[in-house]
T-cell receptor, first 114, second 112 residues
């Protein structure tokens, strides 16, 4: 069983640019959630994808968007980057069926916006 | 009402001590309360979780105590070790495994 992987590990962008982050879910998982973790804070829920559809969204503006592919991998896109978007972006996958649908987190992508 | 409060912000204990981390919530619709451990450069990893129908759950050296009426829950780490030094997050969700609301985290240092 492979774990959740994310790419790239680190990324540096300038204000106003666009960025795409990628996540491969754990084998057997069909749900992917994305979180933003600012330095020294807990993760904040951005949105979740289930069967290629957005299935819940946190308090983030529309310039944060996502996709889920038929193999359940996912992308997070952020347009018009702002300095406050600098954070660790975490992807978590889970099974939605059954009782034990724990979220497994990837190692994250560290985004720095200059 | 969606917030989860967590204290203390940081904690230092000696090896063998029992650090206790406390969390509180307002939303009574929350029905799943996990604790995550995060090492530098890694994503959070689930330690232990509890539902509100039980008051205590133990897994190895980790224990969650849950007080439904007070809307509070806490993590106890028995016989703490230097390898337990990490940041700990409490969280809550309305549907198990969905849309977690995380606390701000507690940085634990266990001295040898």
């Amino acid at each position: 069983e492979t774990g959740v992987t994310q790419s790239p590990t680190h990324l540096i962008k300038t204000r106003g640019q666009q960025v795409t982050l990628r996540c491969s879910s754990q084998s057997g998982h069909n749900t992917v959630s994305w979180y933003q973790q600012a330095l020294g804070q807990g993760p904040q829920f951005i949105f979740q994808y289930y069967r290629e559809e957005e299935n819940g969204r946190g308090n983030f503006p529309p310039r944060f968007s996502g996709l889920q592919f038929p193999n359940y991998s996912s992308e997070l896109n952020v347009n018009a980057l702002e300095l406050d978007d600098s954070a660790l972006y975490l992807c978590a996958s889970s099974r939605t069926s059954g009782v034990h649908n724990e979220q497994f987190f990837g190692p994250g992508t560290r985004l720095t916006v200059l | 009402q969606q917030q989860v409060k967590q204290s203390p912000q940081s904690l230092i204990v000696q090896k063998g001590g029992i650090p206790i981390i406390n969390c509180a919530y307002e939303n009574t619709a929350f029905d799943y309360f996990p604790w995550y451990q995060q090492f530098p450069g890694k994503g959070p990893a689930l330690l232990i979780a509890i539902r509100p129908d039980v008051s205590e759950k133990k897994e190895g050296r980790f224990t969650i105590s849950f007080n439904k009426s007070a809307k509070q829950f806490s993590l106890h780490i028995m016989d703490s070790q230097p390898g337990d030094s990490a940041t700990y997050f409490c969280a809550a969700s309305i549907v198990q495994g969905q849309n977690f609301v995380f606390g701000p985290g507690t940085r634990l240092s266990v001295l040898p």
